[in-house]
């Protein structure tokens, strides 16, 4: 799914050419980046500057700026440490490449425990250029600050130069289950059908606290399925914030703010008019909902004409249940609640209101998927990671009671029609 950035005429652009971006250091010094002549100081002068907001249209409440006096836990990094966690950022280790640079998983030893070792999944700022780097110190600045379960957790940051350009790098916690859109892929395992609910509920959960859980708002501005993604034990997590904003204050009920994102999740109120606000996370949410019940995502050009978008072609099947049966994603094979895929195909709705002030807020969301996993017995979730190894299948499948009892863990939902 591609990016893009518009641009509009009815509204205030932000600059190509940023004035100054803050972070968060350890000691909650701030880092900052003022022209491309800054970029080239050395990393200890970079993490001493004063600085102030990104944006020109916003005010110092609006920005992460104001942040940067709170209190974070983040670990700073130098280089030569994440290169020998990377097995010198080795291709063997490489787990993802975006459009900004590589992410590499490697290991270090706890702060707390030397002894102990710990999975960390390393992103590194492409050295080619500049673009990105808004990105990395919006990152540092949210994630440096706001903690939440149903948030991916940043464990440090490394800013500093070397004989070869600068070098700047985020340290994430491992999530060895990858992102939603991984596995909504058909390269990959399909998610069962109590898993797909249970990460509606715990992305509905992160979204909300942006939202509403803390004295001031986030809008997240690129919620998709590749930026939620899953630990060991299947919990769903949002991750990657270089495209957040602090939401509106002094009572204003948005900001203006160039149109960035990714297609077919963006608001038609913010791309028409480059005004945002948290309701067009909602939107966004709305889109991804119908994504875990048809496996399909919002354009496809490979399908044909008439189904290419999805939204279109869910339309004419939402009225009769029966019909309704036909969009869910047939890689589940039959192994869903249909009642509860109705429901959350009602939730999405609601969501995907065009007038922006009808739809819910993400509290209200929450509250309306929680109530259909509370009428719902889902059965068990998918076990963890480390349970579904090559030789344990191997074992259980020597037992045909074992064997029933693991299938029922990854397909039986009690008190649901399973549809066969």
Same mark, same amino acid.
Request: charged content about 25%; some cysteine; aromatic content about 8%.
């Given at each position: 799914m591609k990016c893009f950035n518009f641009s509009?005429? !009815?509204? #205030? !652009?932000?600059?190509? *050419?940023?004035?100054? /971006? +803050?972070a968060l250091s350890s000691t909650t010094t701030s880092v900052s980046m003022s022209t491309d002549q800054d970029m080239k100081r050395s990393g200890s002068e970079f993490n001493s500057q004063n600085v102030s907001d990104f944006s020109t249209e916003s005010s110092t409440k609006n920005s992460f700026a104001a942040l940067s006096q709170r209190h974070t836990n983040l670990r700073v990094f130098t280089f030569t440490e994440l290169k020998a966690a990377t097995k010198n950022f080795s291709h063997s280790v490489m787990i993802g490449e975006g459009g900004f640079g590589g992410v590499y998983r490697g290991v270090i030893r706890s702060t707390g425990d030397p002894k102990e070792k710990i999975d960390i999944a390393v992103k590194q700022l492409s050295r080619r250029g500049l673009q990105g780097h808004k990105e990395w110190v919006t990152e540092v600045n949210v994630l440096g600050v706001v903690e939440h379960p149903n948030l991916v957790k940043l464990v440090g940051y490394c800013a500093e130069d070397d004989e070869r350009g600068i070098q700047r790098l985020l340290i994430y916690e491992y999530m060895p289950n990858r992102s939603v859109q991984d596995h909504l892929s058909s390269r990959s395992q399909s998610l069962p059908w109590t898993t797909r609910m249970k990460i509606a509920q715990d992305a509905a959960r992160g979204l909300a606290f942006l939202h509403e859980? @803390?004295?001031? =708002? /986030?809008?997240?501005?690129?919620?998709?399925?590749? %930026? /939620? &993604? $899953?630990?060991? =034990?299947? #919990?769903?997590? &949002?991750?990657?914030?270089?495209?957040?904003?602090?939401?509106? +204050?002094?009572? &204003?009920s948005h900001i203006s703010t160039a149109v960035v994102g990714t297609i077919g999740y963006a608001a038609p109120e913010y791309i028409q008019t480059g005004r945002l606000t948290s309701k067009s996370d909602v939107w966004s949410y709305g889109v991804f909902l119908y994504e875990l019940i048809t496996g399909r995502r919002p354009l496809d050009q490979s399908r044909p004409k008439s189904e290419q978008k999805l939204l279109e072609w869910i339309g004419p099947h939402l009225?009769? /249940?029966?019909?309704?049966?036909?969009?869910?994603?047939?890689? $589940?094979?039959?192994?869903?609640?249909?009642?509860?895929?109705?429901?959350?195909? @009602?939730?999405? %709705?609601?969501? &995907?209101?065009? =007038?922006?002030?009808?739809?819910?807020? @993400? +509290? !209200?969301?929450?509250?309306?998927? #929680? =109530?259909?996993m509370d009428a719902t017995d *889902?059965? +068990?979730?998918?076990?963890?990671?480390k349970s579904l190894k090559l030789k344990d299948v191997t074992k259980v499948s020597k037992s045909k009671q074992l064997k029933r009892r693991f299938m029922d863990l990854i397909t039986r939902e009690k008190g649901c029609l399973m549809l066969r």
């Amino acid at each position: 799914m591609k990016c893009f950035n518009f641009s509009s005429k !009815e509204k #205030n !652009e932000e600059p190509k *050419t940023t004035k100054s /971006i +803050s972070a968060l250091s350890s000691t909650t010094t701030s880092v900052s980046m003022s022209t491309d002549q800054d970029m080239k100081r050395s990393g200890s002068e970079f993490n001493s500057q004063n600085v102030s907001d990104f944006s020109t249209e916003s005010s110092t409440k609006n920005s992460f700026a104001a942040l940067s006096q709170r209190h974070t836990n983040l670990r700073v990094f130098t280089f030569t440490e994440l290169k020998a966690a990377t097995k010198n950022f080795s291709h063997s280790v490489m787990i993802g490449e975006g459009g900004f640079g590589g992410v590499y998983r490697g290991v270090i030893r706890s702060t707390g425990d030397p002894k102990e070792k710990i999975d960390i999944a390393v992103k590194q700022l492409s050295r080619r250029g500049l673009q990105g780097h808004k990105e990395w110190v919006t990152e540092v600045n949210v994630l440096g600050v706001v903690e939440h379960p149903n948030l991916v957790k940043l464990v440090g940051y490394c800013a500093e130069d070397d004989e070869r350009g600068i070098q700047r790098l985020l340290i994430y916690e491992y999530m060895p289950n990858r992102s939603v859109q991984d596995h909504l892929s058909s390269r990959s395992q399909s998610l069962p059908w109590t898993t797909r609910m249970k990460i509606a509920q715990d992305a509905a959960r992160g979204l909300a606290f942006l939202h509403e859980g @803390m004295d001031f =708002q /986030i809008i997240f501005r690129d919620f998709k399925p590749s %930026n /939620i &993604l $899953l630990d060991e =034990q299947w #919990n769903a997590k &949002l991750s990657d914030f270089g495209l957040a904003r602090l939401g509106p +204050s002094d009572g &204003l009920s948005h900001i203006s703010t160039a149109v960035v994102g990714t297609i077919g999740y963006a608001a038609p109120e913010y791309i028409q008019t480059g005004r945002l606000t948290s309701k067009s996370d909602v939107w966004s949410y709305g889109v991804f909902l119908y994504e875990l019940i048809t496996g399909r995502r919002p354009l496809d050009q490979s399908r044909p004409k008439s189904e290419q978008k999805l939204l279109e072609w869910i339309g004419p099947h939402l009225s009769d /249940i029966k019909k309704f049966r036909l969009i869910l994603d047939p890689r $589940l094979e039959g192994k869903y609640c249909l009642k509860s895929a109705h429901k959350l195909a @009602m939730i999405a %709705n609601k969501c &995907l209101v065009r =007038q922006a002030k009808a739809r819910p807020k @993400m +509290s !209200e969301v929450l509250e309306m998927v #929680n =109530q259909i996993m509370d009428a719902t017995d *889902t059965g +068990s979730p998918l076990p963890p990671m480390k349970s579904l190894k090559l030789k344990d299948v191997t074992k259980v499948s020597k037992s045909k009671q074992l064997k029933r009892r693991f299938m029922d863990l990854i397909t039986r939902e009690k008190g649901c029609l399973m549809l066969r």
